[in-house]
């Protein structure tokens, strides 16, 4: 039991880096030319202002409008088997994220270097805004994700994600779930995930999420913060963690991630 959890643990932080890297972090629902930048300057709304954010979330919303993200994700990886000491993984991530319409958007992204190879990973994922979130409405969203594999074609997976967001006061809530198999077989395994996000005036975010990923070997689940901090007029850093929720589990996930919108 315990080695069937490992498994999954592994299988939810690798999932996890994909999911990262599709998740488009906006300050608002807008959408087009008139969307607002990475930075929040041009976010002086109402004090209950929409706060449309996620960071680990498999995340179907449309981006808002055209931006450059890079990331890395620490993952925790095996002990060395001499001395016991626990490893890290950097992984490093970088995307693109355009608005195609005032409903739909594209994310494309790729990993960079890593075991023997330039790249790793590539994903695209095609969002849609179904409906737009109101002050006493929720919104929905639906995307296409392939998450694709430079190893071999039974690594790529397709996959269906649908998620919710509603204003609750000065929280902005989230949920999501993703559905996706390989191409070459039905291996299907689903993501789920919520987030509760707050903004802290013109230059601050704060988010606390929980995500699970649930598959023919069980279930694993984490939760943990993140914060999106304002560098300057277009641009952004956010900082987050995962914390698996077992006991005796593995050190958490860090994710780094700087925005810039183009």
Do not use: N, Y
């Amino acid at each position: 039991m315990k080695r069937s959890s490992q498994r999954v643990d592994r299988h939810l932080r690798a999932l996890l880096v994909v999911l990262h890297a599709t998740t488009a972090l906006v300050p608002g629902v807008a959408h087009g030319d008139d969307a607002p930048e990475a930075g929040f300057e041009a976010a002086a709304g109402p004090v209950h202002e929409l706060v449309a954010e996620a960071l680990f979330l498999c995340d179907p919303l449309p981006p808002g409008g055209r931006d450059l993200s890079l990331s890395l994700v620490l993952v925790p990886g095996p002990s060395d088997p001499r001395t016991g000491e626990p490893s890290l993984g950097a992984l490093p991530r970088v995307q693109l994220a355009l608005a195609l319409g005032e409903r739909t958007g594209l994310t494309v992204d790729v990993g960079l270097g890593g075991e023997g190879a330039p790249i790793q990973s590539p994903a695209a994922s095609l969002k849609v805004l179904v409906r737009t979130p109101g002050p006493d409405r929720t919104g929905f969203s639906a995307s296409l994700d392939l998450l694709g594999s430079t190893r071999s074609l039974s690594g790529t997976e397709a996959g269906l994600g649908v998620g919710a967001i509603r204003q609750l006061g000065p929280v902005g809530l989230r949920a999501s779930a993703a559905l996706a198999s390989s191409v070459t077989s039905w291996t299907p395994h689903l993501h789920v995930g919520a987030s509760a996000a707050m903004a802290f005036g013109r230059s601050w975010r704060g988010l606390l999420e929980m995500v699970a990923a649930v598959g023919s070997r069980g279930m694993a689940l984490a939760a943990g913060p993140a914060l999106k901090v304002a560098l300057s007029e277009g641009s952004a850093l956010v900082m987050g963690a995962l914390v698996p929720l077992e006991r005796g589990g593995p050190p958490p996930t860090v994710a780094i991630q700087v925005v810039q919108a183009i």
